[in-house]
Each structure stands twice: as C-alpha cells, then as structure tokens.
C-alpha cells in the first residue's frame, strides 16, 4: 500500500483510478500506523507527511538510510555502500560550494 500511495503521487490531471487510489491510500494508513511496528510505522507516517515525490532526494536517501538499519532484513553491504555514497556526494557538494564562495 506504501508503494501504491507513493505511485498516485505522480498522477497528471484526469487520472481517476490513481486520484481514487490516492485518497484510499491517504486515508486508510493513517489509521493503521497505530498498529505498525517500527520501522513500517514509521516509513508510513513520513511517506504520509512527505511523499518521495514532494521530496529533495539527497535528504530521503539520509533519513531512509537510518531507517534501513533498522529492518530485520537488511543488508550490511548494502547499508554501507549507502552511507559510503552519501558521504562521498556530501564531500563534493560542500567543495563545490566551497569553489563558489570564493
């Protein structure tokens, strides 16, 4: 369901199956997340509050890597090649923002 809301996010106008499916996906998780267990509960309340779509991607990618630690199923590799990246992009938008400054 997590997916399904996050795909009738990139609707264009007069799509109703994803609008019908964008109003059933936004109300009915948030009487679910209650009964989630973290971390599904937390990925749905951040997905209700700020879908992928209306989302800087650098940022989602930080706040997902923290969540991805948490899940029972995760990967070690996988894990540490994400935060590897994510450094090494932070690295060059800071000298490029340092190069700009000068």
Not at 5 to 11: K, L, N
Not at 76 to 89: H, N, P
Request: glycine content about 2%; overall charge neutral; aromatic content about 6%.
């Amino acid at each position: 369901m997590l997916g399904l809301s996050e795909a009738a996010h990139f609707r264009v106008h007069g799509e109703d199956i994803l609008e019908e499916a964008l109003a059933f996906t936004t109300t009915h998780p948030k009487t679910m997340v209650e009964s989630l267990r973290y971390p599904l509960a937390e990925q749905v309340a951040h997905a209700l509050k700020r879908p992928i779509r209306k989302c800087l991607e650098r940022l989602k990618a930080r706040w997902y890597i923290s969540i991805y630690q948490d899940e029972s199923s995760h990967d070690e590799i996988l894990q540490k090649l994400a935060k590897l990246d994510f450094t090494l992009v932070q690295s060059l938008h800071k000298e490029k923002l340092s190069n700009l400054t000068r």
